[in-house]
């Protein structure tokens, strides 16, 4: 008897229909997969230009302070293209923003392995920063409203492991290329980025919209045939529908397929979130710019970008070896976020982002005194070099199993639906100016306080963010989008709750133990 209630109570949990989930999931998983194709030619743009940095400083004769200000300054552009996203996806809509974040990327890519001098490579990458800034936003949102509760998580991580495959072709792209005419090495390099764009904007044509933009644009009769795709169950497709029109002012017992809604998405966003916010908008903003500030502070633009000029500097001369070892750092970050991608719907979001913080700051460390060690030798340190490499890619793979994925994941999810767009775009803006702060000042500030110097900065930083983040982040597994904002709105206490979560463990136990 206990078993047949146990099993009624877990049939009886949002969307808990076992003969559905596996038909829904995967439709969810391709929506997922086309819309993380933007993340690839991100990836790609980044991890391209530390190769690429090499044979365009030799053969445009330029200074490091350039080489900086052309490796990080997509990332002051990427803010003006997460705003325009922003603002475009409630517009026009997820889907054709995804599509425009293509085309952007297609036409950067044209004129960088076009470009014939240096002014003419940085107006290049004007149009590369931009793209990134759409794709930084609207990849994560589109994919978090698209997911089941049961698998958000490893569905809206998806862009961060197609982001660092991309990474790893550019630095493959990078060891491939190198053997061309220098005139053409870092040119052929840059320009082929193009041609993944032309696919990803075909592939836009396969993805539904986004029921939640539709519901905001009152177009039920759409909305709920994409929600009956994407939900595990009828159920939670019902209730995810309800709860849309909640919060869009539509009432609950409408059924038409056109109405019109009284509250308009975009509008008075940016009233409350700055003026007027609420004790849980406060936090959740609060939340997602700390996220966001400490993904990047902690150093890893600088890893990525100019991973060649730190292995250079543990004592690794030959540029064909310095690439090598650069793939290696691609490969375990796409490894260990694959890592992240089957954990975060298991063990929630919280404690990988607390156990990757932590290993940051431990590989931080090591990294910074083998690097010291190394830079006060006269002779060649053999161990101190194997040490550096392997704490390079012990960063790397801590990085890409909780803060880089988590931050993307968390941040999408926490915003209410009337914010999500813009809210997030600000969260994004944020991530790319401290990235582009990182980039163009990490080969200055090597130079002012040592290299070894500029990573203990980093592990400081990583410290910080560790308590950030135990005080500051409550645990949002298992809930649904609409439920997430409960959580938010008490500082500096630990939370660790997911109400959802803990009722089917219990439920489970209970069958368990009978």
Known sequence: MAEEEATAALKSHEGFVPQNKSKRNKFSFTCAILASMTSILLGYNIGVMSGAAIYIKRDLKITDVQIEILSGIINIYSPIGSYIAGRFSDWIGRRY?????????????????????????????????????????????????????????????????????????GYISNYGFSKLPLRYTWRVMLGIGAIPSIFLAIAVLAMPESPRWLVSKGRLGEAKKVLYKISDSKEEAQQRLDDIKEITGIPSNCDDDIVSVTKV???????????????????????????????????????????????????????????????????????????????????????LLLTSVGGLILSLLTLAVSLTVIDNS?????????????????????????????????????????????????????????????????????????????????????????????????????????????????????????????????????????
Request: include cysteine.
């Open 97 to 169: 923003t995804i599509a425009l974040a293509g085309v952007i990327f297609f036409v950067g890519a044209i004129l960088m392995g076009l470009s014939s001098n240096y002014a003419f490579l940085m107006f290049g990458r004007f149009f590369a920063g931009v793209g990134i800034g759409f794709a930084f936003l609207i990849a994560p949102v589109y994919i978090s409203e698209v997911s089941p509760t049961s698998s958000r998580g490893f569905l809206t991580s998806l862009p961060e492991v197609f982001l660092n495959g991309g990474i790893l072709i």
């Open 265 to 351: 998405q975009g509008r008075g966003v940016w009233k409350e979130l700055f003026i007027y916010p609420t004790p849980a908008i406060r936090h959740i903003f609060i939340a997602s710019l700390g996220l966001h500030f400490f993904a990047q502070a902690t150093g890893i633009d600088a890893v990525v970008l100019y991973s060649p000029r730190i292995f250079e500097k543990a004592g690794i001369k030959s540029d064909t070896n310095k690439l090598l070892a650069t793939i290696a750092v691609g490969f375990v970050k796409t490894m260990f976020v694959l890592v992240s991608t089957f954990l975060l719907d298991r063990v929630g979001r919280r404690v």
């Open 378 to 514: 006269h002779a060649t340190m053999t161990w101190a070099i194997w040490l550096s490499l392997a704490a390079v890619l012990c960063y790397a793979g801590t990085f890409s199993i909780g803060s880089g994925p988590i931050t993307w994941v968390y941040s999408s999810e926490i915003f209410p639906l009337r914010l999500r767009a813009q809210g997030v775009s600000i969260g994004a803006m944020m991530n790319r100016l401290v990235s582009g702060v990182i980039s163009m000042t990490f080969l200055s500030l090597s130079k002012a306080i040592t290299i070894g110097g500029a990573f203990f900065l980093f592990a400081g930083l990583a410290m910080l963010a560790w308590v950030f983040h135990y005080t500051m982040l409550p645990e949002t597994q298992g809930k649904t989008l609409e439920e997430i904002e409960g959580s938010f709105g008490n500082f500096w206490r630990k939370r660790n709750d997911s109400s959802t979560v803990d009722g089917v463990n219990s439920l489970n136990l209970r069958l368990v133990s009978d």
